[in-house]
């Protein structure tokens, strides 16, 4: 069974940066897309960016301008650039891989953001 490793998270304070990574343990053929989502307590999951195959971007518009998204496609690894953090974008980070016919998520990664 393949899965996604996630690392990168951790505790950080306003303002500051952090990289999240996430590659799959084994191949994943047909990969769409793939991205990282994010859920704080009390709250649904939600979309903080996504990158196609070709190289096509998304992002929610609350981190519009500080993430970015990338990806080595050779390694099917995904990152996530995270700058100006916010309080607010304390969260667990989940990687998702979407393939034709369904996804793959990582176990999450714990980001906290202190004021």
């Known amino acids: 069974q393949v899965q996604l490793v996630e690392s990168g998270g951790g505790l950080v304070q306003a303002g500051g940066s952090l990289r999240l990574s996430c590659a799959p343990s084994?191949?994943?053929?047909?990969?769409?897309?793939m991205g990282w989502y994010r859920q704080a307590p009390g709250k649904e999951r939600e979309l903080v960016a996504a990158?196609?195959?070709?190289?096509?971007?998304n992002y929610a518009d609350s981190v519009k301008g500080r993430f970015t998204i990338s990806r080595d496609n050779a390694e099917n690894t995904v990152y996530l650039q995270m700058n100006s953090l916010k309080p607010e974008d304390t969260a667990v980070y989940y990687c998702?891989?979407?393939?034709?016919?369904?996804?793959?998520w990582g176990q999450g990664t714990q980001v906290t953001v202190s004021s």
């Open positions: 084994g191949t994943i053929s047909s990969i769409n897309s």
């Open positions: 998702n891989v979407k393939i034709p016919y369904g996804y793959y």
């Open positions: 990158i196609t195959i070709g190289g096509s971007s």
